[in-house]
């Protein structure tokens, strides 16, 4: 009478197991930068070699943790099948969190352009830096389409991201997610076009451009009197225009200069068009 052994679970095909590695091989490790290991010590990712061996190993339960939608317990015995060292939840939760500043460096590297960039613009001696910003939607499987917002800044002058910031849906856009340091230059669209966010650069010595709605920033003119932006534009020709205004946070007044362009006709009933359309979407307009 045969007997069965205590491991009843079939052992991992060791062929299956060598084209896995190698699919893995050539479809991630192939595509990374030469020194990423080096790089994993340097950035604390990883210390040792003990239970797990090298830093890809560690990048490996990374991608399967995000795009999975694992958690740390499933993780653990995921590893194991695949052939990846056994170690608990909790350690594969301590190894994940010492990873951030290592999956940022790469994710700067691997967006780098390969051929060096002209910038958009000639930055001056005063400028230190010019950013980019704005914030993308990402979503999990049986999500709302909204579950997670990527607030991401792009420096002009290098070509390369400068700073990347992850959210839930309810993470607004804001400046304060981003280092500023003295003179430098970000630029955000209208959803940032708040006071806040431009009191947040003036506090750190920095310069910000934003879209602004005039009903939702106030401003002033030299004597402290409120600014109707509209009719002072109803009074201009055509073209671009500029005004110093001053405005007020928290108590304490600011300067800052409003500059205004006039669309052609045709541009300028499309945005109408699609101000309207948003708007009917999120039903902040009735129907006549």
Known sequence: MSRQPYHTSPAINEQLRTLNEEGWEQAVLSQLPADYEAQAYQLGAFERERELQRPAQVLRAVLA????????????????????????????????????AWLFWMLQELLTPSQPVIPVVAISAEIRSIKLVDATRLKERGGSGDDYRVHVAYDLATGRLAQVSLSDRHGAESFSRFVLQPNDVIVGDGGYGYRVCVVYACTRDAFAIVRICPSTFPLQDEQGNPLDVVKWLKEKKQGTHGKQVWFEYRGKRYQARLIARSLKPEDAERARAAKVKKAKKKQHVREA
Do not use: E, H
């Open 65 to 100: 943790y995000v795009l999975c939608g694992m958690s740390f317990r499933k993780l653990a015995c995921w590893a194991v099948l695949i052939g990846l060292p056994n170690l608990s939840d909790t350690a594969w939760r301590k190894r994940i969190r010492l990873c951030q």
